[in-house]
């Protein structure tokens, strides 16, 4: 293998790591938001800041899951 070669691996290696790395950060992030909006809808009280912060939750996952997707199809090319 040429040494132009190894250095295109290495350097592909280093996308992919990166790349798994941040969807792993994202679907981490997303499962502290669930955990977070379980805890404000178990709650017996339901207050405009509660229900402003769970709006929060659900658009935070939304984008995550979206860069998520992004990301695992830019793998596949």
């Known amino acids: 293998m040429s040494e132009?070669?190894?250095?295109?691996?290495?350097?592909?290696?280093?996308q992919v790591i990166g790349i798994l790395f941040e969807v792993i950060k994202r679907l981490q992030a997303n499962n502290d938001l669930d955990e977070e909006y379980?805890?404000?809808v178990s709650e017996d009280k339901k207050t405009t800041q509660n229900q402003k912060r769970l709006?929060?939750?659900?658009?935070?996952?939304?984008?995550?899951?979206?860069?998520?997707?992004?990301?695992?199809?830019?793998?596949?090319?």
Do not use: C, T, Y
């Open 38 to 40: 379980f805890q404000i």
């Open 55 to 77: 709006e929060s939750i659900l658009d935070e996952r939304k984008e995550n899951a979206k860069i998520v997707g992004r990301l695992l199809a830019k793998l596949e090319d």
């Open 4 to 14: 132009n070669s190894k250095d295109e691996l290495i350097e592909a290696q280093k």
